[in-house]
């Protein structure tokens, strides 16, 4: 592997340290880093909106890719986001972001965020922000349960599954209840691209909308309010806010 070497010293030269990026930023008056302007995503920004806004919030992100996110939250008045990321490549780039934009009030942490989340004992969040991860997870329906014990208010988007596809149907059993989609699997994609930012693992499973809005109801958020997803260029997906109150 060649190494970079910088030379100008300017936040913008930190974003040449690793490629496969998938977010675009703006900084200094030049576009760094990927194609998608992630940092004014239209789907937090209703997220944002539709919870009464974030200020003074403490928010756990889960899976924040390269921390545009992060930066979208934090200028929108978040008071701290601790964001667990788990692969690598995107860890760096998510500390790149923190230090080109001086995200002082981010704090982002190496590793599998549902470990995270089960064994979490501090003091409770305002907020997950689960967007973009469950369909990557081999067992969502876990992951629901045990981000309610850590806040009453979350927000999701996610790709689920399509009645209409052909392929198999399953089932995760979990507290006594039943809950249906479709299991995926990642296998080796991880290995094929430089800019993959999908699962930990080599299997996913994505549950059907219907299920997916029934497990956060079972889980104790009673009021779940639903944004338009349209459907892209990887099938059904769901955007919405759940919480307690």
């Known amino acids: ?6 030379t100008d010293c300017s ?3 930190m974003f040449q340290v690793i490629g496969g990026w998938t977010s675009q930023f703006q900084l200094n008056g030049k576009l760094v880093g990927g194609s ?6 239209p789907r937090l920004a209703w997220h944002i909106k539709t919870i009464g ?32 990321e788990g692969l690598s490549d995107c860890f760096i ?21 549902c470990n995270y989340v089960a064994n979490y004992a501090g003091i409770r969040f305002d907020l997950v922000s689960a967007a973009g991860v469950l369909y990557h997870q081999s067992n969502p ?16 988007w996610s790709q689920v599954a399509d009645h209409n596809e052909k392929g198999t149907v399953g089932d995760i059993v979990f507290n006594n209840k039943s809950y249906s989609g479709r299991p995926y699997r990642w296998g080796d994609a991880r290995l094929k691209s430089e800019s993959y930012c999908a699962s930990l693992y080599t299997e996913a499973f994505w549950l059907f909308p219907e299920d997916m ?3 956060f109801i079972d889980a ?25 109150k």
């Open 1 to 6: 592997m060649n190494t970079i070497i910088g």
């Open 11 to 13: 936040p913008e030269s």
């Open 36 to 41: 998608m302007r992630l940092d004014q995503d």
């Open 53 to 84: 806004g974030v200020e003074d919030k403490r928010i756990l992100e889960l899976g924040p890719l390269e921390g545009a996110h992060t930066k979208m939250l934090l200028d929108a008045g978040a008071w701290e986001v601790i964001a667990v």
């Open 93 to 113: 780039r998510c500390l790149i972001v923190k230090e080109a934009f001086r995200m002082v009030r981010a704090r982002f942490v190496f590793g599998d965020f």
């Open 141 to 156: 329906v876990k992951l629901i349960y045990d981000i309610a014990k850590i806040t009453d208010t979350v927000i999701v």
């Open 213 to 215: 809005i029934q497990c």
């Open 220 to 244: 104790g958020f009673i009021n779940i309010i639903q944004g338009e997803s349209l459907r892209n260029e990887n099938g059904e997906s769901i955007l919405f806010t759940a919480s307690k």
